[in-house]
């Protein structure tokens, strides 16, 4: 969901850095050979994302929720000569198309794929990632958060994806609808966090941009 006038965004779009080809490729490819294309972040957030990365200039990235992998090249491009992303999915059937378009990307060694579920793997890793980019499974964001505000290093970046939720986080819940309710609560808790300074944007389905102090 969008949350400015249509035309206003294709403004915005038009008059932001082109998309490359290789994205242009596995945004068309995404919507071809998956079922739910619309979980890909698409090209304005994924602008949005890759000038971020360049400027912090991470040596350590963490993606919670690869999908097909467009949103980790958009960080990538990012990344220090020698540095690395770490990225976990629990969906196999997508790894057929992440590896395609990685290595296509010349950047698969500096990129590290976790197939499993990102709350048994989160407590193992001992790194400290300079940016981080939560977009999974919204039921279990609390419990994201809590595992990995200890991963951030000092003045790292957290940056949570779809959290106006198509802006239901505004609306009455009366159907018991989960996701919904974590997500309140997140965005609660990362506007009162006292390792975190954020700032909630109506980018797309709402971005969080966070630091840890």
């Not at 969901?1 to 995404?30: A, G």
């Not at 994302?49 to 993606?63: D, F, N, Q, V, Y």
Request: net charge positive; with cysteine; hydrophobic share 35%.
């Amino acid at each position: 969901m969008n949350f400015i006038d249509e035309k206003l965004l294709n403004y915005c779009i038009n008059h932001s850095s082109k998309e490359p080809e290789i994205l242009k490729e596995l945004n068309r490819q995404t919507h071809i050979r998956t079922l739910n294309p619309r979980m890909i972040c698409g090209k304005h957030q994924g602008r949005f994302l890759s000038i971020i990365s360049k400027i912090i200039r991470p040596k350590k990235i963490l993606e919670i929720g690869t999908f097909t992998g467009y949103s980790t090249l958009c960080l990538a491009e990012g990344l220090e000569k020698e540095g690395r992303i770490d990225t976990i999915d629990n969906n196999y059937e997508l790894k057929k198309i992440q590896n395609y378009f990685f290595n296509l990307s010349k950047l698969e060694d500096q990129i590290n794929q976790f197939t499993c579920d990102a709350i048994e793997i989160l407590p193992k890793l001992k790194d400290k990632y300079d940016l981080i980019f939560l977009d999974a499974d919204k039921k279990n964001y609390l419990n994201y958060l809590n595992l990995i505000v200890p991963l951030l290093s000092k003045k790292g970046v957290l940056i949570s994806d779809n959290v106006l939720w198509s802006g239901k986080v505004i609306s009455v819940n009366n159907n018991n609808d989960l996701e919904t309710e974590v997500l309140k609560k997140f965005n609660k808790k990362l506007s009162n966090h006292k390792n975190l300074e954020t700032v909630l944007l109506p980018v797309r389905d709402g971005i969080s941009l966070s630091m840890k102090i």
